[in-house]
């Protein structure tokens, strides 16, 4: 399978509890995406990443999240003290920098209690 | 603000007609658009693109038309399967002035047997 892959699928956690998601874009794509999904509403930008450097961020992505992208290739999302707003479906996408097209992963789907 | 919207939550359409699913957008620096499809626990897959120097782009029994005078989208299929039921995401980019692709909110699109 060379398809963005994600993981984990789910994540059920506490509030106020810290969790990570990963993220391995298709290989040879230097641009990653996180972005977020709530019921009834399209994915919503939370921030890019061109290679290792992450050049763009959403007024979205409060100073609780984290992302980081250290070789290039995987990334990971890290969300600290959650908050039961934070519920929602995460998804990343990649990208080949000749390209025009994003391709999602599957998403992480994560419950806050 | 939502840059991107698609005014209609839902659509039913029989077997073998044709969906018309509509989207418009507001940016006029908007140069690049794209339909993805989802289905419930997954992440939205990519289904057609079309640039903004074209006006029309056909792959299969989906074809994307863009107005850009009138800022607005639309994808059909021809003719309609019940395998097309799923969610319809619109998103559109500005290339030369980010990264960012912002989406619509989707349409629900169910094929009748």
């Known amino acids: 399978d060379t398809g963005v892959s994600q993981d984990p699928r789910h994540k059920i956690t506490k509030r106020g509890q810290n969790v990570t998601f990963r993220c391995d874009p298709i290989s040879e794509h230097n641009r990653l995406y996180w972005y977020r999904q709530t019921l009834g509403q399209g994915p919503e930008f939370l921030t890019y990443?061109?290679?290792?450097?992450?050049?763009?961020k959403s007024r979205l992505l409060s100073d609780r999240f984290s992302a980081e992208r250290p070789k290039g290739s995987f990334s990971t999302l890290e969300i600290q003290r959650t908050e039961q707003g934070d519920s929602a479906m995460y998804l990343c996408?990649?990208?080949?920098?000749?390209?025009?097209?994003?391709?999602f992963g599957p998403g992480t789907r994560l419950l806050v209690l | 603000d939502q840059q991107v919207k698609q005014n209609s939550p839902s659509l039913s359409v029989q077997e073998g007609r044709i969906s018309i699913l509509n989207c418009d957008y507001t940016?006029?620096?908007?140069?690049?658009f794209l339909w993805y499809k989802k289905y419930p626990a997954e992440g939205p897959t990519f289904l057609i693109s079309?640039?903004?120097?074209?006006d029309k782009n056909e792959d299969g029994r989906f074809t994307v038309f863009l107005n850009k005078s009138a800022k607005h989208l639309s994808l059909h299929i021809v003719p309609s399967q019940p395998g097309d039921s799923a969610v319809y995401f619109c998103?559109?980019?500005?290339?030369?002035?980010?990264?960012?692709?912002?989406f619509g909110t989707g349409t629900s699109l169910t094929v009748i047997p």
């Open positions: 996408a990649s990208r080949y920098h000749l390209g025009e097209t994003q391709y």
């Open positions: 940016n006029s620096m908007f140069d690049y």
């Open positions: 079309i640039s903004s120097i074209k």
């Open positions: 990443f061109q290679n290792e450097a992450q050049l763009e």
């Open positions: 998103a559109a980019s500005a290339r030369n002035t980010g990264n960012q692709f912002y």
